[in-house]
């Protein structure tokens, strides 16, 4: 492994002095070199472990900075596909067991401290990695810890949710400098959001996203599992590889498509602020 990659990644990256700078490439090429060991281990010498810790500490090094960086690389990889999969799932950070730390937000319960990382990743249809497209830190409020019942009261921007719009916005600022590549951004359930299906359209982004809730549509069937059900079967069927799990083998599945163009009503309890239907597709894949 040379050092080109590791400056072609942070080589950009803008830390107020071009020794930071240096000091921030070093660093990722012996963490690539050994990404398995601690970070003790991961230098030749007590001077350069020591050198990095203080980089961290440094108030001139912003994180923003190491990744704007990065981005520009991903940007470069991403335009020579024609198709590239912008996937987004939330990661729970536990520093739990280091009780010192400080500035930390709460995980599942009180009891449990630490960070979301919400993390976007371009990755090909193949399944290569092209680099981040974008990375939120998000803090949960102790004080916000059981009133789940009252987010409907709350502005999308003032809920967690708002991190897949923020996702939405970053991946736009790729697609305008690829317009080349089809971006498509992935999302589990938990992106089943209807304001993120507004701002996809008004941003001219693609999501592909899993259901969540049987929402309301503007047909005869009034609810989406309905509407598809009532759909006929594509007469192809799909063929897919279902990984090993623990207890099972691996096997393979054929599975029964159905798929429609429908329209999505905004959610009932937001009927005042007088939202517009979505147009989607809509596929049901049922083994």
């Given at each position: 492994?040379?050092?080109?990659?590791?400056?072609?990644?942070?080589?950009?990256?803008?830390?107020?002095?071009?020794?930071?700078?240096?000091?921030?490439?070093?660093?990722?090429?012996?963490?690539?070199?050994?990404?398995?060991?601690?970070?003790?281990?991961?230098?030749?010498?007590e001077?350069?472990?020591?050198?990095?810790?203080?980089?961290?500490?440094?108030?001139?090094?912003?994180?923003?900075?190491?990744?704007?960086?990065?981005?520009t690389?991903?940007?470069?990889?991403?335009?020579?596909?024609?198709?590239?999969?912008?996937?987004?799932?939330?990661?729970?950070?536990?520093?739990t067991?280091?009780?010192?730390?400080?500035?930390?937000?709460?995980?599942?319960?009180?009891?449990?401290?630490?960070?979301?990382?919400?993390?976007?990743?371009?990755?090909?249809?193949?399944?290569?990695?092209?680099?981040?497209?974008?990375?939120?830190?998000?803090?949960?409020?102790?004080?916000?810890?059981?009133?789940?019942?009252l987010?409907?009261?709350?502005?999308?921007?003032?809920?967690?949710?708002?991190?897949?719009?923020?996702?939405?916005?970053?991946?736009?600022?790729?697609?305008?400098?690829?317009?080349?590549?089809?971006?498509?951004?992935?999302?589990?359930?938990?992106?089943?959001?209807?304001?993120?299906?507004?701002?996809?359209?008004e941003?001219?982004?693609?999501?592909?996203?899993?259901?969540?809730?049987?929402?309301?549509?503007?047909?005869?069937?009034?609810?989406?599992?309905?509407?598809?059900?009532?759909?006929?079967?594509?007469?192809?069927?799909?063929?897919?590889?279902?990984?090993?799990?623990?207890?099972?083998k691996?096997?393979?599945?054929?599975?029964?498509?159905?798929?429609?163009?429908?329209?999505l009503?905004?959610?009932?309890?937001?009927?005042?602020e007088?939202?517009?239907?979505?147009?989607?597709?809509?596929?049901?894949?049922?083994?």
């Open positions: 492994m040379t050092s080109n990659w590791a400056e072609l990644e942070f080589g950009g990256a803008e830390l107020g002095d071009p020794r930071r700078t240096r000091r921030l490439v070093n660093i990722a090429l012996a963490r690539g070199m050994r990404p398995e060991a601690s970070l003790p281990n991961c230098f030749q010498s001077a350069e472990l020591d050198a990095m810790y203080d980089l961290c500490d440094n108030p001139h090094v912003r994180r923003e900075a190491m990744l704007e960086s990065h981005y690389a991903t940007t470069e990889r991403i335009s020579g596909h024609k198709i590239v999969l912008a996937v987004q799932d939330t990661t729970y950070v536990d520093y067991s280091h009780p010192a730390t400080k500035g930390l937000g709460i995980l599942h319960d009180p009891k449990h401290h630490g960070f979301l990382l919400h993390t976007t990743l371009a990755v090909t249809p193949q399944r290569v990695s092209l680099g981040l497209m974008d990375q939120q830190i998000i803090y949960r409020k102790e004080e916000d810890y059981g009133k789940k019942h987010r409907k009261e709350r502005a999308v921007k003032d809920k967690e949710s708002q991190k897949w719009l923020n996702s939405l916005e970053a991946t736009a600022v790729f697609q305008r400098d690829c317009p080349d590549t089809l971006i498509v951004n992935v999302g589990d359930r938990e992106g089943d959001v209807y304001d993120a299906f507004l701002l996809g359209r941003l001219k982004q693609y999501l592909l996203v899993r259901a969540a809730w049987n929402r309301a549509v503007a047909h005869e069937e009034k609810y989406l599992w309905e509407r598809l059900e009532s759909r006929s079967e594509c007469e192809q069927r799909l063929e897919i590889s279902v990984p090993r799990q623990a207890g099972k691996a096997r393979t599945a054929m599975l029964s498509v159905r798929h429609d163009k429908v329209i009503k905004p959610p009932a309890y937001r009927k005042a007088k939202l517009p239907n979505i147009e989607v597709y809509a596929v049901l894949a049922r083994e």
